[in-house]
């Protein structure tokens, strides 16, 4: 689904942060923003929730455990215990190790598998879903849905967006 | 925190966040310099002599290498270990460096984490062609089969199975995620069609948005948290491949720990060695400064010690413990035939180190690379010390011999280098070897000061 915006450009973190801090105030919803690499304090302005990506690792992750567990209680003391030198076929404490290794692998992986899926992070040979080559360089990128806000026409936004600091703007359609 | 109204800056004159994009790219995108052909010609060279070596080992098996029965663990076994141990310093910088929050880390974490990798596989190729039949390598992994046994886990044998590739799929998917956002910056600057079309695949679709920093913040952070444990894990693991054996010298409790810090030690002077040849061939002191050296040679004299202390510790217990077989294994070590291998040792591992108490020695770029390799030779001969002494005087003196390696040995071991400078270098060709995304953040702190002071 495509989607119209208003986008304004900024050159500096403190003006953006100070512009969020802005545009949140006079009630402008604030579709997205865009920047080269995580600005710190971001989140909380725009409003973002906490992700909950790590309770994801923690349950698959303790999954993971109970079952390297299991499966090497179950293998060598119950299936078929192997006889090596007298030792006992349940051995916990040995089986430790492993459990160690298949939590911390299964609690990873599945974390960065979702992690792909909600940010919809999948291989493509034309991306189609980039605001602007110069958000992933030099420049911080604003995005606002023009509807959103009854208060304040198009002109009226654009005039805001420019008062606090925004050195280009410019309509776009993003794909949702 | 960095604070930098009382340390050194950690960027170097950068006037906007394009021109680290720019200088970042700038290898990628024009043909190499002659230093980057001799390094790579060379490597390349004993590359080659690895892959003749691995040739005869595979041909005609394992009885080309110098081992024998009483000496059964050699040069393999040595050189997967200090492979290993040498990419722990990868993950220290990148996990546990990230979790203490130290800013410094942000412009050497790349290339200490592909480090790691690198490293890794070069460290895994060992105990897969000791196996003799490495075909059959997929025997370790417990599946239901014909033979109706399942695998020993009571073996730190298996435990390194899995704890090595759980540590290089965590390393690598850790390493992925923090290239995603520099690969898209690379998608959108580039002009090449082609490279257009691999970075747009390989970037997946990152955008920048604020909801995927956060996640990406998140993810790399609980990764760091689990990677921290992962890689104390795996050292343990390893040498546990000794401590649970009955050979004196090798039944010891104080393995995991002194293991460890003997990994992050080796791990540390590789990084710096590395660090100190890119900075030369692409001119980068701008972001590999000396201050970053300095730092590494703190951690380095802090492992360092704690190596020398596990030692002293080591040799101490032998006597103390009243166990005849225990002393005599320490005594041979220090004065018996492979005397050598083990002063050669204390002087690189124990001395060398202690040099770096000095400002003069730590900020001297000349004297930190030898250093550095001082204690890679050293922590090599650590391992050969530690495997090849145990064992060729064991309890049977009739069974008692010596251990010379053959070329094949040296081969293979050579060869490893090769591999590994020449993933090395071909990487810092293809790939972000510096975070463009991580070295941004640093400075767009300082650009943002300075917008500040000026009105």
Same mark, same amino acid.
């Given at each position: 689904m495509a989607k119209k915006v208003k986008i304004g450009f900024y050159n500096d973190e403190g003006v953006l942060l100070s512009a969020l801090k802005v545009l949140r105030h006079k009630d402008i919803k604030i579709h997205n923003v865009f920047t080269p690499y995580p600005v710190h304090g971001l989140d909380d302005i725009i409003g973002l929730k906490k992700s909950r990506l790590p309770i994801v690792a923690f349950i698959?992750?303790?999954?993971?455990?109970?079952?390297?567990?299991?499966?090497q209680i179950w293998s060598l003391a119950l299936d078929w215990t192997i006889n090596i030198g007298g030792k006992p076929g349940l051995a916990i404490p040995s089986f430790v190790p492993i459990t160690?290794?298949?939590?911390?692998?299964s609690g990873s992986l599945s974390m960065v598998a979702v992690f792909f899926l909600r940010n919809r992070l999948f291989p493509k040979l034309k991306v189609d879903n980039i605001i602007d080559p110069r958000a992933t360089n030099d420049h911080y990128v604003v995005s606002i849905d023009p509807e959103c806000c009854s208060d304040f026409n198009s002109n009226e936004l654009e005039n805001i967006l420019k008062e606090t600091g925004a050195i280009e703007i410019q309509d776009k359609e993003v794909i949702e | 925190m960095h604070d930098e109204s009382k340390r050194e800056p950690l960027v170097h004159s950068v006037s906007s966040l394009g021109q680290i994009t720019e200088e970042v790219s700038k290898p990628l995108n024009e043909r190499p310099n002659k230093v980057w052909y001799i390094y790579f010609g060379i490597s390349l060279a004993l590359l080659l002599f690895g892959a003749i070596s691995l040739y005869f080992t595979l041909f005609e098996g394992i009885g080309t290498w110098g081992n024998n029965k009483s000496v059964g663990w050699a040069f393999a076994i040595t050189n997967f270990v200090f492979w290993v141990g040498i990419g722990h310093a990868g993950t220290f910088i990148s996990a546990i460096l990230l979790l203490f929050r130290q800013k410094w880390r942000n412009s050497i974490n790349r290339s200490a984490e592909t480090m790691t990798i690198f490293a890794v596989i070069c460290a895994a190729i060992f105990p897969v062609i000791h196996l003799g039949r490495p075909w059959l390598a997929a025997w370790f992994l417990p599946y239901p089969n014909s033979r109706n046994l399942w695998v020993n886990f009571n073996s730190p044998l298996l435990w390194d199975v899995f704890a090595i590739s759980t540590y290089f799929t965590v390393s690598l998917v850790f390493w992925y995620i923090g290239m995603v956002p520099d690969f898209a910056t690379l998608r959108d600057q580039t002009k090449n069609k082609i490279k257009k079309k691999i970075? #747009?695949?390989? #970037?997946? %679709?990152? %955008?920048?948005s604020a909801q995927s920093w956060s996640r990406h913040e998140i993810v790399s952070l609980v990764l760091a948290g689990l990677a921290a444990p992962l890689v104390l894990s795996v050292h343990s693991i390893v040498s546990t491949d000794f401590a649970t054996s009955?050979?004196?010298g090798w039944h010891t409790t104080i393995f995991p720990p002194y293991f460890v810090a003997g990994a992050i030690f080796s791990g540390f002077a590789m990084v710096l060695t590395l660090m100190i040849i890119i900075r030369k061939v692409f001119n980068f002191d701008k972001y590999i400064t000396l201050y970053h050296f300095e730092q590494m040679t703190k951690v380095i004299i802090l492992t360092g010690s704690l190596v020398g202390l596990a030692y002293s510790t080591e040799f101490f217990v032998a006597w103390y413990s009243g166990n005849g077989f225990e002393l005599f294994a320490f005594v041979n070590r220090a004065t018996g035939p492979f005397w050598w291998a083990y002063w050669i040792m204390v002087t690189c591992n124990v001395v060398s180190p202690q040099l770096f108490w000095f400002k003069k020695i730590r900020t001297s770029i000349p004297a930190i690379l030898i250093l550095s390799i001082l204690i890679n030779v050293g922590m090599w001969f650590e391992r050969f010390v530690i495997v090849v002494t145990s064992l060729h005087r064991d309890f049977l003196p009739s069974s008692w011999t010596d251990f010379s390696a053959t070329w094949v040995d040296a081969g293979l071991f050579i060869g490893s280098f090769g591999l590994f400078f020449t993933l090395f270098l071909l990487f810092i060709r293809v790939g972000p070897y510096v975070s463009i995304a991580e070295v941004k953040d640093l400075a767009a702190k300082k650009l943002m000061r300075r917008s500040e002071d000026h009105g």
């Open positions: 698959v992750g303790a999954l993971g455990a109970f079952g390297a567990m299991g499966f160690f290794e298949i939590m911390v692998l | 970075y #747009s695949l390989i #970037s997946i %679709n990152w %955008n920048g009955v050979i004196p």
